[in-house]
């Protein structure tokens, strides 16, 4: 069987075929970036929560709002004794922690 | 007769001590200035606030600072005088004018390649501190924030791939251009320089050095300045200043250099951050690159940035709208906090009314 006959019986199958393909090797090329992508959102709110509450001493609920995006968070903790603020998305898990008066705070670990 | 002349001289010292005015512990109050221009330029910056929309301008702090004294200052949202406010790539600013002490100090030169102080770099040998300062390391740098995440090399260093060492995860960069040779704005290049600055200090030095070389001799006491997990400054971003504080920086900048009687910064240093660089094209940014500062200038063919702002104007810029604009001629400093979340803030709006409320000389 020929390869143009097959592109003729089946050709919405093909194109899919073609698409996957891309699709996939788009995902090898970028898989770095993909993995680290769901971390996103839960590192930037629990590192620019922590600043915003411990380095720049904003009041809490002010916080809250200064650090929503369009992508939902859980799982949020701020741990007001050891200034250490844990925010759950996209899967991912991510804390701040505050470490001095002139260093603020940084992303662990 | 010689009790005479030393009375003159007396007086005459006195007065050019009085001629120019330093903050002390505080600012000194200069006359209060009312009116409509006043008026005219907080309508501007200071409309109703919504923190649940989070639309329109949002200024948290707006101060200004004229020949040396405090005229104006104004606080919303959750912001106060004695707040440390992000400043976002403000940051990269300061980071220029520590590393001018360093100059000063002769511990390097514009065209020592960085590969001397930071051998990871040991892939772009030809990369020089100046090419850094112009934001031209030609690296293959992503700026991108909020609307091109996957890509964004600097949503990367901060939260995910980068942040434990935000110098190494730049260097990784591959090269697009050769360097110094094409402007691409990158917050990876401050942070080079920032990681290039530790071994130009010596390691023992460094995480006191923009304290000790800048803050304290400007009598900065409050500063917080977040560093990566290898103890680097995050020279791109993360440093946090009070608008009164901040305002010192700029006065330093409007003098050339010089804090009271001391020669703090080259004023060769001072001249390379205000001088543009010569392979920025047209339109590549909102404000024509110097050395780490942004200026108003007419270059490539287009016209200034801030038209209704002196051309001497040059300022330091951050994500959301911070600002510090110093304008020399003028003798004046503005520092604008913010949290714009949706780009309807205008430099050259709240320049022009700025202007019209404080400047002494008639605008032409």
Redesign the interface.
């Known amino acids: 069987m020929s390869r143009r006959s097959f592109i003729r019986r089946r050709p919405f199958s093909t194109l899919l075929l073609v698409l996957l393909i891309a699709v996939l090797g788009w995902v090898w090329q970028e898989r770095v970036a993909l993995w680290a992508f769901p971390d996103i959102i839960s590192a930037y709110t629990a590192k620019e929560y922590c600043s915003c509450r411990y380095v720049m001493n904003n009041p809490a609920a002010y916080c809250q709002g200064y650090v929503k995006q369009y992508l939902p968070t859980s799982g949020f903790v701020d741990d007001a004794a050891s200034k250490r603020v844990t925010v759950g998305g996209l899967g991912r898990s991510n804390s701040a922690q505050w470490i001095g008066e002139r260093q603020g705070c940084r992303l662990q670990p | 007769m010689f009790k005479g002349l030393s009375l003159i001289s007396i007086l005459l010292f006195s007065f050019t001590a009085q001629a120019e005015n330093w903050p002390a512990e505080q600012w000194l109050p200069g006359p209060t200035v009312t009116g409509p221009a006043v008026q005219a330029l907080e309508n501007y910056a200071f409309p109703l606030r919504n ?2 929309t ?1 639309k329109g301008i949002r200024t948290d702090a707006l101060l200004v600072i004229h020949d040396g004294q405090l005229v104006y200052e104004r606080y919303a ?3 106060r005088a004695d ?4 400043t976002w790539s403000i940051s990269k600013s300061l980071l220029a004018t520590v590393l001018g002490v360093a100059y000063g100090e002769g511990l390097f030169k514009l065209q020592d390649p960085v590969v001397q102080f930071y051998p990871a770099l040991e892939k772009h040998t030809a990369m020089t501190m100046a090419d850094l300062l112009h934001w031209a390391s030609g690296l293959d740098w992503q700026e991108d924030y ?1 609307y091109a ?3 964004s090399s600097v ?2 260093m ?4 980068g ?2 060492d935000m110098a190494a995860f730049t260097a990784d960069h591959d090269a697009y251009a050769r360097p110094g040779q094409a402007f691409r704005y990158s917050s990876g290049d401050s942070n080079l320089l920032s990681a290039a600055l530790k071994a130009i200090v010596g390691p023992a030095r460094y995480p006191d050095y923009p ?1 000790t070389a800048l803050l304290e001799p400007l009598g900065i006491h409050g ?7 290898t103890g680097t400054f995050v020279a791109s971003s ?1 440093a ?1 200043l009070t608008a009164r504080d901040l305002a010192r920086v700029g006065l330093l900048m409007a003098r050339d250099g010089r804090w009271r009687e001391r020669q703090l910064l080259p004023k060769a240093w001072v001249d390379f951050s205000r001088e543009p660089f010569a392979h920025y094209r047209a339109n590549q940014d909102e404000a024509v690159p110097g050395g780490h500062w942004w200026l108003n200038r007419a270059v490539d063919g287009a016209a200034q940035p801030w038209p209704d702002a002196p051309v001497d104007t040059f300022a330091a810029l951050g994500h959301w709208g911070q600002a510090m604009y110093v304008i020399p001629s003028e003798k004046l400093v503005i520092v604008r906090y913010g ?1 714009d979340r949706d780009g309807s803030y205008r430099h050259n709006e709240l320049l022009k009314l700025a202007l019209k409320a404080f400047a002494m000389k008639v605008q032409p």
């Open positions: 923190d649940t989070r949202g959750p912001t707040t440390p406010h992000l909020e995440p996957l890509k949503v990367a901060l939260y995910t791939r942040h434990r304290w500063a917080v300045w977040e560093v990566d997990a993360y946090y949290d």
